[in-house]
């Protein structure tokens, strides 16, 4: 009785071994199923770049437009159209779309247009639209993706000038004062100064005019009692 317990206890003990290994390599075989199944696709990212970082009222600026495939296999029939720009605050020149026909794995592709703002102020430009066949085989794997949005912000030549003074303030004063606000205060702070600093040269001046005065007034009543002794 006590020999076919332990044997009992012995199977019960081998079987809880043997489990969770089987149960690991269930897991693994999905796992491997499932990353070899999405690595044979394209996959597009799609970002917009403004050549300028501060663009200005009146003055063309570039926008770049890049397509880059993250994917193990090439993208097929792509298609990129971008989102118009509102008139008349933009004025746009070229091509606001582009075809591929194919983009190799880890390619990156651009097209350029460029862009006019006739007024400042912030402005948010709809995300890009990309459509792409994702794997080669399969005429029916159509994707599409999208950019963010583009933040922006058009100055005026003022405000550049405005942009450029601090940077160089900020240089000038190892970064210390970098705003406008910033540099108010220190001309009021070197404005208190300079205050301060040249009226205390002036009371120091007035009270030296008052000792020598008082000397003066002195040696004259010395002179005058010495002139009536004699």
Known sequence: MRTSALALLA?????????????TEDVDEVDDEDSSDFADRAFLIVRRV???????????????????????????????????????FFSVSGDLSASYESIPAGATVRFTYQVNPQEAGPYQHPPTQV???????????????SSAYLYFVT?????????????LGSKLTGGNINTVNGWKWSVFAVAAALIAYYGHQSYLSVQDASKTK?????????????????
């Open 11 to 23: 199977l019960l003990a081998f079987a809880a071994l043997l489990a969770p290994v089987r149960a």
């Open 214 to 230: 008082r000397r003066q007034r002195a040696l004259e009543e010395l002179q005058a009692m010495d002139s009536k002794s004699k």
């Open 50 to 88: 403004v050549a300028d970082k501060r663009p200005i009222q009146g003055k063309t600026t570039t926008v770049t437009v890049e397509l880059y495939n993250a994917g193990s296999t090439s993208a097929l029939e792509v298609k990129a159209v971008e989102s118009k720009w509102p008139e008349p």
């Open 155 to 167: 100055s005026t030549l003022v405000d550049e000038w405005k942009f450029k003074a601090l940077e």
């Open 131 to 145: 459509s792409y066949q994702a794997v080669e085989d399969d005429e029916d794997s159509v994707k599409s993706t």
